[in-house]
């Protein structure tokens, strides 16, 4: 294994990893505050020996040396980081666990793993990082003999970097901060930086459609997606290395974001940037979240492209310590590697003070510091909170979706007002509904929704489900996308099928039945077989 | 019919338009001057009477009242304005006219063309302006009794513009003046504007994922749809309205270049632009080619997004008159409805001085002035200089690719020796072949090429095949895309059949499969039914 620690078998990161004491009690004060009681904990984390798997229905030839049938495998990839997995884990439910565990060393290994489970008649369900907070990683056998993941962990290698066209050839299953430690030598950075930037890989970005660093702009992996390799069960899929093409429809763009139904992604030609050397940035204040929109509407349409430009409502940004409660903040941040960005910057808090923005002192690291260091520590905490949380029968998601303009603040409000009333319906007490932009568009932000519940122990799962259920509802009703750039998954897929146009979902069905004619590769997500 | 004046049967635009006098001494000076010769008409355009069609295989019921087989729509129908187009427009072969073309005036006329045809066993072309230039709307019956071809000019209006997103619902069929003139009461432009715009529409811009006004970020149409309503054989797709989205791979992008294979795009919301009203720029002059493209590497990569940055060479230059043969010739320009350019021009300038450029004069209509501005007209002119020296025996091409900048030099000199050499060994005669950027990425250019050759009347298109396919052949065999946004149509088939993945047509031919069980949509393009 490449890792220093393993992975978690139940929680976010590697074991060993987690909120300190101080963070904990901070994040227990804040949740205690909100729910107005005091939350002992009530359940605890599955020990990887309490965890009962039935015996593997198939098992690996010796040949495949890269394949594993031991506990700690089998337990560790049955499920992702979304909180009904975590109430599984709790449970002790780990009847989807994998019956076999592949980490294959070469695109070779990859495709004979594909082989072998195809003539084992075993589903197989791609893994990256494991880090899906939807559902993207439970094996399913759907009526097949067994299920294999393929942990691509091993292909991590930046394999050939071209510093002319600032673009690198890198394995699918290179973690970030070893894609960063390959590319920093050259002075190349990705700058994809999603919150599981640490426990997430290039190949699970792509399939997932992830949205990372920048704010305009480049918000999704999509566009820095010079070509890919694919295995599917049918053969190797490879695209040609292009700048831009407009020959028929994008083969990557059928891949990009298919989730593993249609093959397994192992390696890809990235584009890159030069590493940022001027930079500019901090924390703006507005009155309300709306007034804070406006101004990164202006900014959106203003063709200034700024690296970061994300806003907090006032609740979200007490929550993380950013600030009191009383005001919006927007995090606001350009940066380049060729020219000063002062002017800029200049332009954009002019967007700011139209809408009443009152800037804090910015500085060079200005984005380390502040409101905005202080909600970006935060952000990336975060996950490990809600391990702790759910032992104490917290409720803790998030969702995001994007909207266009004219539709944003109604829709705020509209899914707002829906999962609060939800909340209440499903705990019967007040929880908590905040709000915060992830990425903005000329026509339309990206809003990401956090809600905080007290649940019942045993009953987690269920409340969760009517919370999560009703705030989709609303997304879809008021006419915004599902996900974003969290991904569909199995926890997302009932509310995408009313989003997706039925025919797209005829044509994608045909197109996988080409690549996967037995209908092996991650059965039930995004189509029925 | 929706135009002032009828489309012409044979040749670029509408009836009436062509190269004024001086236009035409100046093009036929240069052709003479490049091939040493006098040039003399040894063919004639053909009149409309001249050109015999047969009966038509289908007729359709009387019901459909906006379906014809009137002898102009049928021939004026029969081809785009690709080279070998015209060659066998001029050998008065009009064999695969269509039966009948349909002018639907809604989307339930586009529906019910495409249910009669699937009944009368008729193939459909779906037709937006006809100015492809590469085989894209030649009607085949492929062993189908008729052939039916969709024009989509009534369906030209903007249905509804929203000021706050800045984004507008416009019919597939919209020309481009149309689209901007309905666009401009509300101070909003979509700035897509091919070579082509006068005589192509919204609809063909997608269908083809056309390339327009923007030389970065936004160069092809596809990142202004927002979202698309298509009318399949088995119904009607419509994608939801959003900013951006990860639900599963984008159902948009299947359709974006689709050419016609899987559906006609009725109407999309476009993301649109302010009007701009700050504007710098102006031409640059540099020592070669190579070093002018080192200056566009170097603002492609620096983040300042021009709005043009193209290179001539110096040959091309001259050609269109914008330099005296010595020099490559830059056109940069920046525009912003919201801010002030000089920052960005400033540093792009710099670029350009960093690799030799001497700028010319610049002003705010710099891009209309002096050597920009002479090219510019010449580009607009260039089509109709095609159909008047095609009756000289001249042949005259151009096709379009991208590359990475580490392979771009070497390609460079590949594509045109091969190209150069082609014309000798089909014409015995030497020719010329240019070079320009029409867009331009941070990983790499697209380069643009042209042709001149002096071909044998009755021997044009078989000379036409040799010189273009051995330029193509050069263009696959080192990396390039077989277009970069023209389309690939009939003419590019062969090589997109080598550049496109096996298994992605694999999965575009089942996904075609079940919208068009039929297989009647432009049966050939882009795969085999």
């Not at 002790?92 to 070469?106: C, G, K, L, T």
């Not at 930046?158 to 394995?171: G, Q």
């Not at 070893?178 to 640490?198: C, I, N």
């Not at 009152?358 to 202080?374: F, N, T």
Request: aromatic letters at 8%; proline letters at 6%; glycine letters at 10%.
């Amino acid at each position: 294994m490449s890792a220093s620690a393993r992975m978690k078998h139940f929680g976010w990161g590697r074991e060993g990893e987690g909120l300190n004491a101080e963070e904990e009690a901070f994040v227990l004060a804040r949740a205690e505050a909100r729910f107005g009681t005091v939350l002992k904990e009530s359940a605890g984390a599955p020990q990887l020996e309490d965890i009962k798997l039935e015996a593997p229905r198939v098992t690996a030839p010796v040949s495949l040396a890269f394949c594993t049938s031991e506990h700690y495998d089998r337990a560790a990839h049955t499920y992702g980081k979304s909180y009904p997995e975590l109430v599984r884990g709790l449970a002790r439910d780990y009847a989807n666990a994998p019956d076999v565990v592949a980490y294959p060393r070469s695109e070779g290994e990859v495709a004979a793993a594909l082989d072998w489970a195809g003539s084992a008649d075993a589903t197989v369900t791609p893994f990256g990082g494991g880090s899906s907070v939807c559902g993207g990683v439970e094996p399913t056998r759907n009526g097949h003999k067994g299920a294999v993941t393929i942990d691509l962990r091993e292909l991590g290698k930046v394999k050939e970097v071209d510093k002319t066209s600032r673009a690198a050839l890198i394995e699918g299953g290179t973690y970030g901060p070893a894609l960063e430690a390959q590319l920093r030598p050259h002075g190349l950075t990705l700058r994809h930086f999603p919150q599981s930037f640490e426990y997430s890989t290039l190949g699970g970005w792509i399939a997932t459609r992830g949205g990372g660093h920048f704010a305009t702009l480049y918000t999704h992996i999509d566009d820095f997606v010079e070509s890919l390799r694919v295995v599917t069960p049918k053969g190797t899929l490879e695209s040609r290395r292009l700048p831009g093409s407009g020959a028929g429809p994008s083969p990557d763009r059928m891949m990009i974001g298919s989730e593993g139904i249609l093959g397994i992604i192992t390696q890809a030609w990235m584009r890159l940037q030069d590493r940022p050397t001027f930079r500019d940035g901090g924390a703006v204040r507005f009155a309300d979240f709306f007034a804070a929109a406006k101004a990164v509407r202006a900014i959106a349409q203003a063709g200034l492209y700024p690296s970061n430009c994300r806003i907090l409502d006032p609740q979200e940004a007490y929550n993380t310590g950013a600030a009191d409660g009383s005001v919006a903040i927007m995090v606001l941040a350009f940066e380049s590697a060729d020219h000063d960005v002062a002017p800029w910057m200049t332009r954009a808090r002019e967007c700011c003070a139209d809408h009443g923005g009152i800037p804090e002192a910015s500085g060079a690291d200005a984005h380390r510091e502040g409101a905005a260091g202080v909600w970006r520590n935060a952000f990336i905490r975060m996950p490990y909170a809600i391990e702790k949380l759910i032992l104490r029968g917290v409720i803790n998601d998030t969702f995001e979706t994007s909207i266009t303009w004219d539709r944003f603040e109604k829709f705020h409000d509209a899914i707002k007002s829906a999962t609060a009333n939800a909340i209440v319906e499903a705990t019967g007490r007040k929880g908590q509904v905040t709000c915060r932009f992830t990425h903005v568009y000329p026509d339309g932000p990206a809003p990401y929704f956090t809600f905080h519940a007290l649940g019942e122990p045993g009953r987690l799962g269920e409340q969760w489900r009517i919370i999560k259920g009703a705030a989709l509802d609303a997304v879809i009703a008021n006419g915004g996308t599902v996900t974003h750039h969290h991904a569909v998954g199995r926890d997302h897929r009932p509310w995408y099928d009313r989003q997706r146009p039925p025919l797209f979902a005829e044509a994608l069905r045909a197109a996988k039945k080409a690549l996967d004619p037995q209908g092996l590769l991650n059965p039930g997500v995004l189509i029925d077989p």
